[in-house]
């Protein structure tokens, strides 16, 4: 079975993270096969498209049991550009872990529902790398600057009741202090989703298109603050440093990293 598939039912699509042996976490083949997928989404001629993951995750990042470098980055940063291109509604639907890579698949959707048990991070302090600059400026505007900044700087999850405080949730389901429903987390938010998505498959596809190109002209990467490069800079420092190592033999040795700023 593949760990990535894409399947569509009219006018509503579906993308399924399957690698339930590491929490859904990408590796370079899984990648390869979501920016596949999302190709293959925007060929067919969807209203709108789901993405989710099984055995009650979403993503848990990167699969740092496997080399992650710059290239993996690059690769990424092509899929998420894809996938955020899509002239058609998007919509997350989130259980469980949404952490790292995760949250950036989040991110890149328009639109996130989530169970009451989802759990949010992007944990890169722990790791020794970061982020590129347009996860940071897409997570500031979907969960704030103090919410961003909480996540960035403490790298702590955060549960669903908080990320929906925040407003990078726009939906809980599932539980019942949520809805008073019970069930499979994956089936509830994916229930949700494929609902969702059917009403907004309904609506009109040129006024939605357009609506979607207003919002995204708001972070037009034009207009990004990092004119000098030193974001970059930054980024690419930590990428090549003995912190990064020391975060990732920690990682595997399941001990506290001690991280020397180098």
């Known amino acids: 079975m593949s760990s990535v598939t894409y399947s569509s039912d ?7 993270i399957s690698r339930p042996e590491r929490r859904n976490a990408l590796n370079h083949a899984a990648l390869d096969l979501l920016h596949e997928s999302v190709r293959s989404a925007a060929d067919d001629e969807l209203r709108c498209l789901v993405l989710t993951g099984d055995s009650g995750h979403f993503c848990a990042g ?7 470098d710059l290239a993996f980055t690059d690769d990424l940063r092509a899929a998420l550009d894809a996938l955020g291109a899509l002239p058609f509604p998007t919509i997350a639907a989130i259980a469980g872990s ?8 989040a991110l890149a959707c328009d639109l996130r529902i989530a169970t009451a048990d989802a759990r ?46 925040f407003g990078l ?19 509830v938010v994916l229930d949700a989703a494929t609902e969702l998505a059917t009403e907004i498959s309904r609506l009109a596809p040129l006024a939605l298109s357009g609506s979607k190109l207003g919002l995204d002209l708001l972070e037009d990467p034009g207009t990004a603050a990092d004119q000098e490069g030193s974001y970059r800079a930054a980024f690419e420092r930590a990428w090549e440093s003995q912190d990064l190592v020391e975060g990732r033999r920690a990682f595997q040795a399941r001990r506290p990293p001690e991280f020397k700023g180098l």
């Open 62 to 68: 990167a699969d740092l049991t496997e080399l992650e």
């Open 98 to 105: 949404c952490m790292g890579l995760g949250m950036q698949l």
């Open 10 to 16: 009219g006018t509503v699509g579906t993308i399924r």
């Open 169 to 187: 949730v726009q939906q809980l389901v599932g539980g019942p202090a949520v809805d008073g429903s019970v069930g499979d987390p994956d089936s």
């Open 120 to 165: 949010f991070a992007v944990p890169v302090a722990k790791l020794g790398l970061m982020v590129d600059h347009w996860t940071i400026r897409r997570l500031s505007m979907c969960a704030g600057h103090s919410g961003a900044s909480w996540m960035l700087m403490t790298a702590r999850p955060v549960d669903a009741e908080q990320a929906h405080r």
